[in-house]
């Protein structure tokens, strides 16, 4: 198992958009499937979003309809795509896997 890398953090204006993607070579990401969460500064770590083995996705109330996860096998890729971000959203982001967690991406969301 390899720990996985997160990337595609960044600054955006309230409304905006990213994609974060977690990278790990191989098949690791999807022998366990994935999640993603977010820790906020002096907040507990936040759940996301998950997507599991067989594909199915969860989402956490407080992204849905406005966060969407997918995964890219052929790039070893989980993509986390962030529409009409909100001032909330600033954080870091992490995702993990069989139990390794990447370093994160810091989002940031500000006028």
């Known amino acids: 198992q390899v720990q996985p890398v997160e990337s595609g953090g960044g600054l955006v204006q309230p409304g905006g958009s990213l994609r974060l993607s977690c990278t790990a070579p191989?098949?690791?990401?999807?022998?366990?499937?994935v999640l993603w969460y977010r820790q906020r500064v002096g907040k507990e770590r936040e759940w996301v979003s998950s997507i599991g083995t067989d594909g199915t996705t969860v989402y956490a109330d407080s992204v849905k309809g406005r966060f969407t996860i997918s995964t890219d096998k052929t790039r070893g890729t989980v993509w986390l795509q962030m529409n009409s971000l909100k001032f909330d959203d600033t954080a870091m982001y992490l995702c993990t896997s069989c139990g390794y967690w990447g370093q994160g991406t810091q989002v940031t969301v500000s006028s």
């Open positions: 191989g098949d690791s990401l999807w022998r366990c499937g």
